[in-house]
């Protein structure tokens, strides 16, 4: 395995660990409201996919800046101007600041589990999707779209679950 | 001289990732004190490792080399205007964050009890935190203009 493969695939790893940590999450989180207190237990797994997610995080983060250096040691310069790049830089950096945000509890749940759930998605499709042609605000344009329409679905699963 | 580049980088993520943990420990309802601490002396030690790495490759190869290509090439503002930027707004980082451990060191205790302390470092590791993001994506932007 050549070191860009290595790269690329710790990259994706990365990713996996934040996909299924978002979603997890969402999941536990929905089971922990079913009776209306987070116990010890459910706390304990929350904590857990909290820590997937910060390895999921770090992983991506040091991993796509050594993909960053790959490139311009390979005279790959033009990839950074690329717009996929710039869309994952902005959306990891949105993943970053939502979890500060989430702690400092300076933004609404709704739209946090939102802005984690379709954020973490959208890393993943774009890294995937190399032969996407769209500028950088298109691509922002779309994420943001379903950041609400994620939020509306998100909303209507739990109240959905919640009464059955 | 690839090596300075790398641990320029490498190092600096570390400093960006040591802010955060400073950002996120003082966020906490229980502040776990010790670890905050150290990410704070982790994140000045790493700004002062990436400022020395990043001064060595800017003085041996981006000055020499790569500066007269970006500023012949088709992206020349790459250079005049973020690395222009990222080289003076980098110098309040290690500045702030020693600033944040020795406020952290000197508060101690008091910083669990005294909440408008803890909202002033706090400001302060959002700053620093803040200013490392934006040096990174300038050093990206600088890095694809060549």
């Known amino acids: ?164 | 001289m690839q090596t300075l580049l790398l641990t320029h980088i490498f190092i600096g993520l570390c400093g960006i990732v040591a802010s955060y943990i400073v950002l996120m420990g003082l966020l906490k309802k229980e502040v776990f004190l010790r670890r905050v601490k150290t990410a704070a002396f982790f994140a000045f030690l790493a700004y002062l490792i990436t400022w020395i790495t990043g001064g060595g490759y800017y003085l041996n190869i981006y000055g020499p080399i790569i500066k007269p290509l970006i500023n012949k090439g088709e992206y020349p503002w790459a250079h005049s205007f973020f690395m222009e930027t990222k080289e003076h707004i980098f110098l309040f980082l290690p500045i702030i964050s020693f600033v944040i451990w020795l406020a952290l060191i000197s508060s101690n205790e008091h910083i669990i009890k005294n909440d408008s302390l803890r909202r002033s470092i706090m400001l302060l590791a959002a700053l620093s935190f803040a200013i490392s993001v934006a040096v990174a994506l300038f050093g990206v932007v600088v890095s694809g203009a060549k």
Do not use: C
């Open chain 1, 1 to 164: 395995m050549d070191i860009h493969t290595f790269l690329i695939v710790t990259h994706i790893i990365g990713a996996v660990l934040g996909v299924g940590g978002t979603t997890f999450a969402e999941i536990f989180y929905l089971k922990a409201l079913k009776d209306g207190v987070i116990d010890p237990m459910e706390s304990d797994w929350l904590r857990t996919v909290s820590a997937v997610l910060r390895v999921g995080t770090v992983i991506i983060l040091f991993s796509g800046f050594a993909l960053v250096f790959w490139n311009v040691i390979n005279g790959n310069s033009e990839y950074l101007y690329n717009t996929r790049l710039w869309a994952k830089l902005s959306i990891t950096i949105i993943i970053v600041v939502n979890a500060l945000l989430l702690h400092a509890r300076a933004i609404p749940l709704w739209l946090g589990f939102s802005l984690s759930f379709t954020s973490w998605y959208a890393a993943l499709i774009l890294g995937i999707w190399s032969g996407l042609n769209a500028s950088f605000v298109q691509i922002m344009l779309y994420y943001v779209g379903f950041v609400i329409i994620m939020g509306f679905v998100l909303d209507f699963i739990k109240k959905i679950y919640l009464k059955s």
